[in-house]
């Protein structure tokens, strides 16, 4: 009788942590650069972190859970299906930066984040 309850403990354990796992969203963190980080060149280099989320090329065809990445750097919008960037001949002064996820069809995904660095290339 011991096992049987034993057994049923480890069948909901297992439901509930798979569960919480479907349950979680995609999620788009950036890495680099930091949020009000000082850049002493005139480069960025954009690195995220996508979780619960597989990057593919755009297509008229969205899948649910997949799609690229939409990067905007002040008003100047970029794409990729990689989770890196580097934007180049960037100004002085504070540039705002955000990464949001997108489906294939470019349909934008309420998954985003958002940063401010300075350039002072001195």
Same mark, same amino acid.
């Given at each position: 009788?011991?096992?049987?309850?034993?057994?049923?403990?480890?069948?909901?354990?297992?439901?509930?942590?798979?569960?919480?796992?479907?349950?979680?969203?995609?999620?788009?963190?950036?890495?680099?650069?930091?949020?009000? !980080?000082?850049? *002493?060149? =005139?480069?960025?280099?954009?690195?995220? @972190?996508? %979780? /619960?989320?597989?990057?593919?090329?755009?297509?008229?065809?969205?899948?649910?859970?997949?799609?690229?990445?939409?990067?905007?750097?002040?008003?100047? !919008?970029?794409? *990729?299906? =990689?989770?890196?960037?580097?934007?180049? @001949?960037? %100004? /002085?002064?504070?540039?705002?930066?955000?990464?949001?996820?997108?489906?294939?069809?470019?349909?934008?995904?309420?998954?985003?984040?958002?940063?401010?660095?300075?350039?002072?290339?001195?």
């Amino acid at each position: 009788m011991r096992l049987f309850y034993f057994i049923i403990l480890i069948v909901l354990i297992v439901s509930c942590t798979e569960k919480t796992i479907e349950a979680k969203g995609p999620q788009i963190d950036i890495i680099s650069p930091k949020d009000g !980080e000082m850049i *002493k060149d =005139n480069k960025i280099i954009l690195k995220l @972190n996508i %979780s /619960n989320f597989r990057l593919v090329t755009p297509d008229l065809q969205p899948k649910k859970g997949q799609g690229h990445i939409q990067v905007w750097v002040d008003n100047m !919008e970029f794409r *990729k299906s =990689n989770a890196e960037f580097v934007f180049e @001949n960037e %100004s /002085n002064g504070i540039h705002i930066i955000k990464a949001e996820l997108m489906l294939s069809n470019n349909t934008v995904l309420p998954y985003s984040k958002t940063i401010k660095v300075i350039i002072n290339k001195t």
